[in-house]
């Protein structure tokens, strides 16, 4: 028998549609049905009824940049973790980066990592494949094998393809498999062994900085090369006001260029390394830095931050993407210069975004277009979005709920969040992947009396 289940009452946002009013939502056999207005005796005794009364029913999120760290660091993450993570979240499509042990560059890895999401994975784990040989920027990977596997773009993230040429060639290959390049936006020797934003919290904690044009200066030969090879160019965690310019100075050229942001750069600027939640303290304290704000691309400037939101604001950044960056303790329990790159996000990233709808420097709608409907376009297909006939892929979204931080309470196996109890408002209570529920929160267990 059809397995029937429809979510009543709940402000209804699938931009993928242009919606955005109170509806149901119909599932069968894990696809939607339809949205509807129709009344409630239409509808048959033999569906499973959600409540979904003050909640938002929106497309589950689609997470173009996850990095899951299996195989190879499964102490940080695995398929099974780190996609529990994301269905808390409420992102039902996650894409694999390929900084993995051994990385995504061959047809064996990438058909492992496939195989084992099918079976091991709470929502769906798209592939990227490895732009050059175990990324080390200077062969090609065998791209075409990647695709023919299910690679669904090709990247050496954490590390950028340095060398013009190959990325001419990698640009001019995916062309012909219509996949996207994510070339990691940073040149090697301008970054010179910075590990933060190059600026006054710097300098007044004596840490080599970062400048802004390691990030400009490579996302303005990625736009001419791609102007050259005609190829797709996705830039990964756009992060200051010169990598917004030069983006939307290549849209206006029309050529093929999309870009991300990130949670944390559209919300944390570099004053969150001082570790006192964006407070700036009159005296240096002893113990001067939190290791979690550490991020490759680094927080950036207030200025910076404006520009990013900015952006996302008017179309010129297409998209949110996590950079979920799991690490264990020992890579954060030490100096500011030894620690990893990366911050923990899958759990905290709507609650974060949703600072810009609480600020009305964006629409729910407009919030919620970057994290389903324009990632799924990116990729081609047809998820984030409820339209008839898809994945019953949903996330319910309680905007005003406030909570606080706890990475205890995280699936990730890594705690590195630079949040630890920071209030947010707005969380995920409830996840569908194909119409099963992956994660719910107590306040649908426990619904208010
Ligand atoms: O902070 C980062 N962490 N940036 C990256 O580009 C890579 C990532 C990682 O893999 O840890």
């Known amino acids: 028998m059809a397995h029937k289940k429809v979510i009543r009452n709940g402000r ?7 919606i955005d009013r109170l509806a149901d939502v119909l599932i069968e056999d894990g696809k939607i049905v ?6 409630l005796e239409s509808i048959a005794e033999d569906h499973e009824v959600i409540d979904a009364s003050g909640l938002v029913v929106s497309p589950g999120f689609v997470d173009l940049h996850t990095h899951l760290r299996d195989p190879g660091f499964e102490w940080k993450e695995t398929i099974e973790s780190g996609t529990k993570a994301a269905a808390r979240g409420g992102f039902t499509t996650v894409c694999a980066m390929p900084n993995t042990d051994p990385c995504q560059d061959s047809a064996a890895v990438i058909e492992d990592v496939t195989r084992r999401s099918l079976t091991g994975a709470a929502v769906r784990v798209l592939p990227i494949g490895a732009i050059t040989k175990g990324r080390h920027g200077k062969v090609l990977s065998p791209m075409g094998e990647l695709a023919e596997v299910g690679a669904i773009g090709f990247s050496d993230d954490g590390d950028p393809v340095s060398d013009a040429n190959i990325m001419r060639q990698a640009l001019t290959y995916a062309t012909g498999l219509g996949l996207p390049i994510i070339n990691h936006a940073e040149v090697h020797s301008l970054v010179h062994g910075g590990v933060m934003n ?10 080599p900085p970062v400048p802004a044009s390691a990030e400009a200066v490579m996302i303005a030969r990625d736009i001419e090369l791609a102007a050259l090879t005609g190829g797709r160019l996705h830039v990964p965690h756009v992060s200051t006001a010169a990598g917004v310019e030069l983006v939307r100075a290549a849209k206006s050229r029309g050529l093929d260029v999309t870009a991300e942001v990130t949670p944390h750069h559209l919300t944390l600027d570099d004053t969150w390394v001082y570790g006192l939640h964006g407070e700036v303290p009159d005296a240096v304290p002893a113990v001067a830095y939190d290791t979690n704000t550490k991020v490759n691309p680094p927080l950036r400037s207030v200025a910076d931050v404006a520009a990013v939101r900015a952006a996302l604001a008017d179309g010129t950044i297409d998209i949110i993407a996590t950079d979920h960056a799991p690490h264990a303790a020992t890579d954060k329990v030490c100096t500011y210069d030894e620690a990893a790159h990366g911050i923990n996000v899958l759990e905290t990233a709507f609650g974060q975004v949703m600072q810009l709808v609480h600020q009305d420097l964006i629409s729910l709608s407009d919030l919620i277009d970057p994290l389903t409907a324009a990632p799924a376009r990116i990729l081609g297909r047809n998820f984030g979005t409820l339209a008839a006939g898809s994945n019953a892929d949903i996330a319910l979204l309680d905007i005003d709920s406030e909570w606080t931080v706890s990475a ?6 890594s705690r590195n969040t630079p949040l630890e109890g920071v209030q947010l408002k707005g969380r995920v209570v409830e996840t569908l992947f194909a119409g099963e529920s992956v994660w719910r929160s107590d306040r649908l267990e426990q619904p208010a009396s």
Do not use: Y
Not at 12 to 18: E, L
Not at 198 to 207: N, W, Y
Not at 408 to 413: R, W
């Open 12 to 18: 209804v946002i699938d931009p993928s549609q242009g």
């Open 34 to 39: 339809e949205v509807t207005n129709a009344p």
């Open 408 to 413: 205890d309470d995280f699936a990730s196996l």
């Open 198 to 207: 190059e600026g006054p919290v710097a300098t007044r904690l004596g840490l």
